[in-house]
């Protein structure tokens, strides 16, 4: 079916290496910031999150780091898998209801 | 969490019509986004459907292009009207749920739509 973030940058990875994706968020005032994944066909689903006061946190093969000096986050994908291929956002909040989404990173597995 | 759905899932409409997306949730919750994503694109938030009260329109989106209704907690409608090739996109629904300090929101499938 068609995909979404057709002109979105794309990271190739090779199916077991590790993966970086980035994102520069836009305000210092942000207190908290989610990793959204959005399969093609699908809606952005919640992969992890990080408060401000945090400089990184750790899921399930998932680690999330923060920098304020420079408002950057970054998405680090262990072992990356098949399945991780899909386009990946970063979302702020300023502690409000309003998310403000990055742009999108695709991720493309190569076998 | 929450589950979320919208109907229809996909719809391909003539320039002029409107379409009417429904989104259901399987819990009660307070608000309720709605969200475009064009092809290409990030998510922006059109607005925010609170229950009872009318929803609240983010700048460059209108009441007049995108009516929404939220009869009750769990159900909202977006429609988008006198439609143009312009409006294909993605339109999301999402839900807040509250997490303690700060609210996740969880994101319905979305309803692509192909404006001729």
């Known amino acids: 079916g068609e995909s979404v973030g057709l002109h979105l940058p794309t990271l190739s990875v090779q199916e077991g290496d590790n993966s970086i994706i980035n994102c520069a968020y836009s305000n210092s005032a942000s207190d908290y910031f989610i990793w959204y994944k959005q399969e093609s066909g699908k809606g952005p689903q919640f992969i992890i999150d990080i408060r401000s006061n945090m400089d990184k946190r750790q899921g399930q093969r998932v680690t999330v780091l923060l920098n304020k000096t420079v408002k950057h986050l970054s998405l680090q994908i262990a072992a990356t898998q098949p399945g991780d291929s899909a386009v990946y956002f970063c979302?702020?909040?300023?502690?409000?209801?309003?998310?403000?989404f990055g742009t999108g990173t695709r991720l493309k597995v190569l076998a | 969490s929450a589950v979320i759905s919208q109907k229809p899932s996909r719809d391909i409409c003539q320039r002029g019509t409107s379409l009417t997306i429904q989104c259901q949730v399987d819990s009660q919750v307070t608000m309720m986004f709605w969200y475009r994503q064009q092809p290409g694109q990030s998510l922006t938030l059109i607005a925010t459907?609170?229950?009872?009260?009318?929803?609240?329109?983010e700048s460059g989106f209108v009441i007049d292009k995108f009516p929404i209704s939220r009869p009750n907690l769990t159900f909202s409608t977006l429609t988008v009207s006198n439609m143009s090739p312009e409006d294909s996109s993605i339109y999301l629904c999402s839900v807040e749920i509250s997490g303690g300090h700060y609210n996740e929101q969880f994101f319905g499938p979305g309803t692509r739509l192909t404006v001729l």
């Open positions: 459907a609170n229950q009872g009260s009318e929803a609240t329109y």
């Open positions: 979302a702020e909040n300023q502690g409000t209801y309003k998310y403000i």
